[in-house]
């Protein structure tokens, strides 16, 4: 089996400084290769409107794995595994572009697009959502770029991208929190507390009843506290 260049993705932010890769970021690269099948899906029934379906092992032809990391960077190299074709090692494969590298095109110009905050012009506007499945593991700092196998340019996924994407598909935007203050108040009524962060913000917080009790312990020890929450 031979591998030929398909893409690579930029990882930048803190955690991604001295060329170092978090494990728990490896999840984006399928989750990328996911939603290039997924393209690649969506332009075939589009291309092919008399089948409800692709056919079978369509998924199966796209198999990527991980090239080479540049030195000193945090640039993962995707590589596609392609037939053997009898060539000398280091003369190089030559693939004529398929539905896979339509989708690829296709799936830059769509995040290009929800970066400008403008329509989706190339899938239906269900596939949108789809789009949120990449980019869940950056944190606030961070963003990717996708580029080329040989560019470094390309469309910007960040946490501001996906929230223009919520605002285009009219879904409500939620994304994981940390708060470290003190509670400040509470209410039995509403199972709710006021929480006084770091930065002396009050956030009214509502809570579940099982974690009541121990917020009105948190409130009579005047401790700091930690709450995790989606929002």
Request: contains cysteine.
């Amino acid at each position: 089996m031979n591998r030929v260049p398909f893409t690579s993705l930029i990882f930048r932010g803190a955690r991604f400084d001295g060329a170092a890769m978090p494990v728990d970021a490896l999840v984006e690269l399928a989750i990328y290769r996911d939603l290039v099948v997924a393209m690649a899906e969506e332009l075939y029934r589009t291309q092919h409107p008399d089948r409800v379906r692709v056919h079978k092992g369509f998924s199966a032809k796209l198999q990527l794995v991980l090239g080479k990391q540049e030195p000193g960077s945090t640039r993962p190299m995707l590589e596609r595994v392609v037939p053997g074709t009898g060539l000398l090692p280091g003369l190089g494969i030559a693939l004529a572009p398929d539905e896979f590298d339509e989708a690829l095109d296709a799936l830059r110009t769509t995040f290009g697009e929800a970066g400008r905050g403008a329509g989706f012009s190339r899938v239906p506007s269900g596939f949108a959502n789809r789009l949120l499945s990449f980019g869940k593991t950056l944190r606030d700092d961070e963003s990717v770029i996708l580029a080329t196998s040989s560019g470094l340019d390309g469309p910007i996924v960040d946490h501001h991208v996906r929230r223009k994407i919520q605002k285009l598909v009219g879904c409500p935007y939620e994304e994981p929190i940390e708060l470290i203050g003190t509670i400040r108040a509470a209410d039995r009524d509403r199972d709710s507390f006021g929480l006084r962060t770091l930065a002396g913000v009050r956030v009214e917080v509502i809570s579940p009843g099982a974690l009541f009790s121990r917020v009105l312990d948190s409130l009579a020890d005047d401790t700091l506290v930690v709450v995790f929450l989606r929002g």
